[in-house]
């Protein structure tokens, strides 16, 4: 079974307007982050925002926001105010808290986002 | 501001050949990672590295692959023996702690790596 699920292949959002990139994951750990990395078409893999299983509140950074729903498990990715520069692909994450010194990330299998001018 | 290091951008070999990943994680980081995407997929775990030991390794690390901190500074990815297959963008990354939940990796700007 998947454990993170992003199910919009690719979106588009006009600038300077809002967009919702979807997540949802499954784990039975009751410990666990997700992660949201942002990748350009040149390649790097750019850590965005993360959200923990027991934070209370949504996660804020900048532009970024994540609305954290635990009963959904869903973890989506809200860019606000759009820029050109936010054409990339998105991708959610999850580590779960009981893989130890692991620590391995698991990805979904992204969303491209085009922001047209 | 710290960043992870990969060299090179870009290896081209041929098929059977061993190849050599480069990676400069984080200075203070004492968790190791690599990844690895085939175009237009998702990334995928490759293997954790913490106090010079392999923590966890996924069923696409096999026998062909091996890691290493030769230093004080570099992590490799070594695969003896290239297939096609193989042909991927590689990511390094590292991160401060892996015993938290909360363990943001931070990763390199990753090599791509195409077998001929």
Known sequence: ?117 | EPEVTQTPSHQVTQMGQEVILRCVPISNHLYFYWYRQILGQKVEFLVSFYNNEISEKSEIFDDQFSVERPDGSNFTLKIRSTKLEDSAMYFCASSERGNLAKNIQYFGAGTRLSVL
């Open chain 1, 1 to 117: 079974a998947q454990k993170i699920t992003q199910t919009q292949p690719g979106m588009f959002v006009q600038e300077k307007e809002a967009v919702t990139l979807d997540c949802t994951y499954d784990t039975s750990d009751p410990s666990y982050g997700l992660f949201w990395y942002k990748q350009p078409s040149s390649g790097e893999m750019i850590f965005l925002i993360y959200q923990g299983s027991y934070d209370q509140q949504n996660a804020t950074e900048g532009r970024y926001s994540l609305n954290f729903q635990k009963a959904r498990k869903s973890a989506n990715l809200v860019i606000s105010a759009s820029q050109l520069g936010d054409s990339a692909m998105y991708f959610c994450a999850m580590r779960e808290g009981t893989s130890g010194n692991t620590g391995k990330l698991i990805f979904g299998q992204g969303t491209t986002l085009q922001v047209k001018p």
